[in-house]
C-alpha cells in the first residue's frame, strides 16, 4: 500500500520532521519512541510498556499522509515529500496512517525551487536510489509503487 510523506533534509540523509527519528536506509522499521519530541510536542498518547508498533493506544509507527499536500509551503526549512509503501500492522485514521513498516520509493522536486534545495533533495535520492519525481506528479507517480488504502478502510 502507498502514503504520502514529509521529512527533513539533514546531512544528506531524511529525519522525521516531529520525532528525532533519522532515516538512515531506504527501509525504516517502526518502534516505540515512547518519549519522542513529537509525544511532548503534540501531547499525544504513549504507552508506558513495551510493544510492537504501531499500537492502537499510543502515538507510534511510521506516519504518511493519504494524499500529498498539494504544493509545499515550507521549502526553505528544507522539507521533502515522497512517496512510500507500507506494510505489515496498519493504523488507519482521518487524514494518514500509521505503519509497521515502510520503504521510500521517490522523492519530489521542484524546478521552481531553489538550487541549493533541489541539489539536495537530488542527493539525497541518488544516495538512498530512489526516483525523483515532480512534485506536481507525486500522485500520479504513486501508482507506479502500489495502491492505496481503500476508502472503505478510511475511518
Not at 125 to 130: K, Y
Request: hydrophobic share 35%.
Amino acid at each position: 500500500m502507498i502514503g504520502f510523506r514529509k521529512w527533513r533534509i539533514e546531512d544528506r540523509h531524511l529525519s522525521s520532521p516531529y520525532a528525532r527519528v533519522r532515516w538512515r536506509e531506504r527501509e525504516m522499521h517502526a518502534r516505540c519512541h515512547r518519549h519522542s519530541f513529537a509525544s511532548a510536542r503534540f501531547d499525544r498518547r504513549a504507552l508506558e510498556e513495551e510493544h510492537e508498533a504501531p499500537h492502537p493506544n499510543c502515538n507510534c509507527g511510521i506516519y504518511a499522509y493519504y494524499e500529498p499536500h498539494a504544493r509545499p509551503r515550507a521549502i526553505y526549512v528544507r522539507l521533502a515529500w515522497g512517496i512510500v509503501t507500507l506494510w505489515g500492522r496498519i493504523e488507519a485514521h482521518g487524514n494518514g496512517m500509521r505503519a509497521e513498516h515502510a520503504r521510500v520509493e521517490a522523492l519530489a522536486s521542484s524546478p521552481e525551487w531553489p538550487r541549493v534545495y533541489r541539489q539536495g533533495v537530488e542527493r539525497v535520492a541518488a544516495e538512498l536510489g530512489i526516483d525523483l519525481v515532480r512534485h506536481t506528479e507525486l500522485e500520479w507517480a504513486a501508482g507506479e509503487y502500489g495502491g492505496r488504502l481503500p476508502d472503505s478502510l478510511v475511518p
